[in-house]
């Protein structure tokens, strides 16, 4: 059903025609609404044959998430940014152990300094841990990406985090069809574990293994993601077949039949993306986009096929590796790794910490590739005279003081829009 | 069953025991007072082979309060396991030790698991099935508090049993908050003006526990297998949070002898010094009195990391310590007294 509604309103809804049999969840900004959605469905008996827990952390919720999705529940949870890191150690724990809980991340950045924002930090600090990552553009996207996940989770008993960016798609309000329970019903079928805890037929989960076997544990966790990288565009067409949308898949490429230089982002910010590549392109400037979808598993094939033969890359990173650069960068360079010829692929960073990515400073990053080439990280927007001026005063004594409430002090004095 | 023993029973509460331990062996009880390692049907939730140390209290702790709780279910029993000596030692991969539904994710999480599993039963209808969480003093007082703490909050349908061997055994007997003042741990050498653990430190998690107002909370320990039995089959005819807080000998970090493990449990209880009680809905509604009452010192003396502060002359920390068994002893009203057996 169309609908005009947040969001996280809608993304809710689709979780709830999921039918998840435990939810748990530990609220933190951007990620509430999603998760006060569903309480308030459970409680209402909307949802029904659901058990909706409050919790005292993130880490205590991702454990119950765990002792849930082990005893054959339907598991989900929801979060961002520093709950993500709260729960960290959870969250290898599920994936080591095959679980396939599905959850939402309110992607927003990590502090210090604290900033409720949009970036996609968090989900950069867990791309190693083992879980599939699946980025939504718009909340459209997003509700077809859960109902897509927990299919997707369950066929390879891994879990999945669909990740979301906070407030830019969290709290929009925006056109979204929400599918009807027995469309979702007729995609999706009830789970049926490959193991679980049950006192008909006593099993251990969660053994100490050493030298001998970890390797191979290991391996199989990759060998799922393989699974997955020949899954997912199956599900993506599957779920088109079904609902008559393009939504999923392991990437999309926007005009880039022709185009010389190709962008490389994920998330919301491939709408402005877009936009900006129809103004460049009624200008004559030969340019096209592949968003990628699925960062883990990375589709490193597909993405090479994608950028081969171009000249210019452009890498537009949301998070970064401190000390190195930009996470989606550096797969992107591995993914054109060997490649006779490869583009060259230039790294922005961009959008840290909720700063708005504007379709003008677009057009000038896109321009500055083809025209001046850069070496190492860009960092779009960047206030030179603030960051020079900090460093200054930092060389000038010892006891300069921190960082962040210095910059704010100067902005306040020089106002940004200086 | 002895005649003699059925006749007096009526008349006479339990007052004689096994000269020396101050035990009360299976051939003194009635049939339905026996330990469930003594029936035949024993349900044997451990299973030999594991790899824990000789005379370990914790073994021998969980295998009996496992048993217990396998027996109250009649085997509808699901056990979440913290990270810890008895994880380690059932689970050598890969082999297991466990013949029962059991599940290990971290070490400071067992409570919220646990809670997730009992979720998952509810949803299921599997009304039948209980949850068993179990971990250390380590993964119980220390790193797993949040969690513990929440599913006591929320009053959840999980029996949680501490082993406490006051100290981390796992990764080499380091301090816990439950290592008593003066032991010598790893991380609390026998070294510098105060050697030992700190005076004044720790808490008392059964207490904490009975603050949250959770329907039951009880101390046990090795020595008196049938109270700890008895304490799990009363816990398991209780729904909502449950704890109880084992007392549980470690030879290997307390530096004992491997055959005093259960003598050394019974010292801490007959000192005064681990309280044995039994509380339902923060109230203490009883406690097991001292049979024959010792000084603190006696229970310190055969334990190693007590060893310094036996060396020359008495230690005044050992008068500290015995001030701390007196507290217990007035605070849980463990001394036996007229009506009060
Ligand atoms: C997050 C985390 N920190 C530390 C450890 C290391 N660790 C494993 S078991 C253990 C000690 C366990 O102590 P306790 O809970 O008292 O159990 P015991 O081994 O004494 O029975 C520690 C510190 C860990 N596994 N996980
Ligand atoms: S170290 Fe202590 S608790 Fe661990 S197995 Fe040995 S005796 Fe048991
Ligand atoms: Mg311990």
Redesign the pocket.
Known sequence: MLKQVEGSISTAEAIGLCRPEVICAYPITPQTHIVEGLGRMVRSGELKNCEFINVESEFGALSACIGSSAAGARTYTATSSQGLLFMA?AVYNASGMGLPIVMTLGTRAIGAPINIWNDHSDAMSMRDAGWMQLFAETNQESVDLHIQAFRLAEAVSMPVMVCVDGFILTHAVERVDVPAQAEVDAFLPPYDPVQVVDPREPISIGAMVGPDAFTEVKYLQNYKQNLALKLIPDLASDFKKRFGRDSGGLLRTYRTEDAEMVVVAMGSVNGTIKDTIDEMRADGFSIGLVTLVSYRPFPTEELRNALKGRKHVVVVDKSFAIGMGGQLAADVDHALRNVDGAPHALSCIAGLGGRPITRASLRELFRKARKEPWEGMLFLDLNQKVVATEIEHMGSMRRSGPIAENLLRRLSVTPAAE | MNDAVKELEPTQKLKFYQKGTFTVGNRLVSDSDRTVQASLDRSNAITCGHRACQGCG?ALGARYAVDAAMRATNGNLIVVN?????EVFTTPYPETAWQVAWVHS???NAAAVATGVAAAMRVKGRKEVRVFAQ??????TD?GFGCLSGMFERNDDVLYVC?D?E?????GVQR?SATPPAARTATTDVVGAEPGNVFGTGKSLPKIAMAHGIPYVATATVADLHDLERKVTKAMSIHGARYIHVHVPCPLGWGAASHDTIRLARLAVESGFFPVFEAEHGVVTGSRKIRHRIPVAEYLKPQKRFAHLFKGGEDPRVARLQEIADRNIAEYDLLAHEGNV
Not at chain 2, 82 to 86: K, Q, S
Not at chain 2, 135 to 140: F, Q, V, Y
Not at chain 2, 167 to 171: A, F, P, S, V
């Open positions: 150690e | 914790e913290a990270t810890g000596c008895l971290l070490f400071g971990g250390g003093d380590g993964g119980t790193i082993y061997n100290g981390y055994m796992n990764t816990s």
